[in-house]
């Protein structure tokens, strides 16, 4: 089974509009962190957003904010007032504690903004 | 500060030479990852260590390949004989514990 879900493979949002790129995933152990990397063109993995699971609220950083449904199992990014720089692939990813570093990641949603 | 400093950027190379790709972690990071990745299979783990000591290797394909990490600020993945399935792009990433990985800018390998 898929540890990490991403069901959208191609968003397209117009430029300054607010897109939400969905993310689910699976796991039994209670502690873990759920990331979002961003990957342009130019093929650099971009850190974005970090949410523990024991974090009270949904992270923020910037134009970037994580909806963080734990009883769902979601972790979905929302990125505000989209800009031209922002098309990219975007990917979630998983890391369950228990010691491990390891990040799973899920196969990613190709995001266009339109002018 | 510097990043994740990998090397080369692109390798063009035939089916049965060694491939050899390098990397500099960020400095004062504790863990050191080597990810592939491919349009097939997305991007995957291969091996990552912590303290210059691998701790999972279980991503790593087959005998063909390699890692190591003989101190703190370098690392190498060695593939031998490489084959053309082996086409990728392989990442670099560090981190402190429990951090966000910092990612190199990739190496290209394209095996003919």
């Known amino acids: 089974a898929q540890k990490i879900t991403q069901t959208q493979p191609g968003m397209f949002v117009q430029e300054k509009e607010a897109v939400t790129l969905d993310c689910t995933y699976d796991t039994s152990d209670p502690s873990y962190g759920l990331f979002w990397y961003k990957q342009p063109s130019s093929g650099e993995m971009i850190f974005l957003i970090y949410?523990?699971?024991?974090?009270?609220q949904n992270a923020t950083e910037g134009r970037y904010s994580l909806n963080f449904q734990k009883a769902r199992k979601s972790a979905n990014l929302v990125i505000s007032a989209s800009q031209l720089g922002d098309s990219a692939m975007y990917f979630c990813?998983?890391?369950?504690?228990?010691?491990?570093?390891?990040?799973?990641f899920g196969k990613g949603t190709k995001l266009t903004v339109n002018p | 500060d510097a990043g994740v400093i990998q090397s080369p950027r692109h390798e063009v190379t035939e089916m049965g030479q060694e491939v050899t790709l390098r990397c500099k972690p960020i400095?004062?990071?504790?863990?050191l990852f080597w990810y592939r990745q491919t349009m097939m299979r997305g991007l995957e783990l291969l091996i990552y260590f912590n303290n210059n000591v691998p701790i999972d290797d279980s991503g790593m394909p087959e005998d063909r390949f390699s890692a190591k990490m003989p101190n703190a600020s370098f690392s190498t993945l060695k593939i031998q004989p490489s084959e053309p399935r082996d086409s990728a792009v392989y990442f670099c990433?560090?981190?402190?514990?429990?951090?966000?990985?910092?990612f190199g800018p990739g190496t290209r390998l394209t095996v003919l």
């Open positions: 400095s004062g990071h504790d863990y």
């Open positions: 990433a560090s981190s402190r514990p429990y951090n966000e990985q910092f």
């Open positions: 990813a998983m890391r369950e504690q228990g010691g491990s570093e390891k990040l799973v």
């Open positions: 949410q523990g699971s024991y974090d009270q």
